[in-house]
């Protein structure tokens, strides 16, 4: 007699695991997401996007990058290279933004998690050093994984984490 294969069973089992798992990971945003062109890097943490036929500006959220100089003002260390490397990365290209809770600040500026492709610029700008870790509530969804990848920055000694006394360099 044979016996009724439990194969099918395991691959559903093993298949809702893996998208309860992967639910909020860093790999992508959900396909829903709008998908927008990128007019300008202000810094590091801060881009303008055609978004709805508009011009808006976007903070990336989750995260603080050092402050740049403005208008004749020193800046923050390691804000000119946060600005830099965002700029070589984002600029004149296509994003897809998601967004946590609240839609925008107290400045009237997007709040959104930027996905580079499947990546999440918000969590590399942490991983390399270039921003720390900031969570806002109610904006904190990411929040884990941008603690985590500072821990990880610092501890490598990447980015501000060796070029900046303050931050520990």
Same mark, same amino acid.
């Given at each position: 007699?044979?016996? #009724?294969?439990?194969?099918?069973?395991?691959?559903?089992? /093993?298949?809702?695991?893996?998208?309860?798992?992967?639910? @909020?990971?860093?790999?992508?945003?959900?396909?829903?997401?709008?998908?927008?062109?990128?007019?300008?890097?202000?810094? %590091?943490?801060?881009?303008?996007?055609?978004?709805?036929?508009?011009? !808006?500006?976007?903070? +990336?959220?989750?995260?603080?990058?050092? !402050?740049?100089?403005?208008?004749?003002?020193? %800046?923050?260390?390691?804000?000119? !290279?946060? %600005?830099?490397?965002?700029?070589?990365?984002?600029?004149?290209?296509?994003?897809?933004?998601?967004?946590?809770?609240?839609?925008?600040?107290?400045?009237?500026?997007?709040?959104?998690?930027?996905?580079? @492709? @499947?990546?999440?610029?918000?969590?590399? +700008?942490?991983?390399? @050093?270039?921003?720390?870790?900031?969570?806002? #509530?109610?904006?904190? /969804?990411?929040?884990?994984?941008?603690?985590? /990848? !500072?821990?990880?920055?610092?501890?490598?000694?990447? %980015?501000?984490?060796?070029?900046?006394?303050? /931050?520990?360099?």
């Amino acid at each position: 007699m044979r016996m #009724p294969s439990r194969t099918p069973l395991a691959i559903v089992v /093993a298949a809702t695991l893996t998208a309860a798992c992967s639910s @909020g990971s860093s790999r992508g945003p959900p396909s829903s997401s709008p998908l927008v062109p990128v007019t300008k890097v202000t810094d %590091g943490d801060t881009i303008h996007v055609t978004y709805l036929g508009v011009d !808006e500006r976007v903070r +990336l959220i989750g995260i603080d990058t050092p !402050e740049v100089p403005w208008y004749g003002g020193k %800046g923050e260390c390691y804000g000119v !290279e946060a %600005g830099l490397y965002a700029r070589s990365r984002l600029s004149a290209k296509t994003v897809r933004l998601s967004f946590d809770q609240a839609h925008r600040d107290r400045y009237g500026r997007l709040l959104a998690y930027v996905y580079l @492709g @499947g990546e999440l610029f918000n969590l590399t +700008l942490v991983r390399l @050093g270039y921003a720390t870790s900031d969570a806002v #509530p109610p904006d904190t /969804a990411m929040a884990p994984k941008f603690s985590a /990848a !500072e821990r990880e920055a610092r501890a490598a000694g990447r %980015g501000l984490w060796s070029a900046c006394p303050a /931050a520990g360099g």
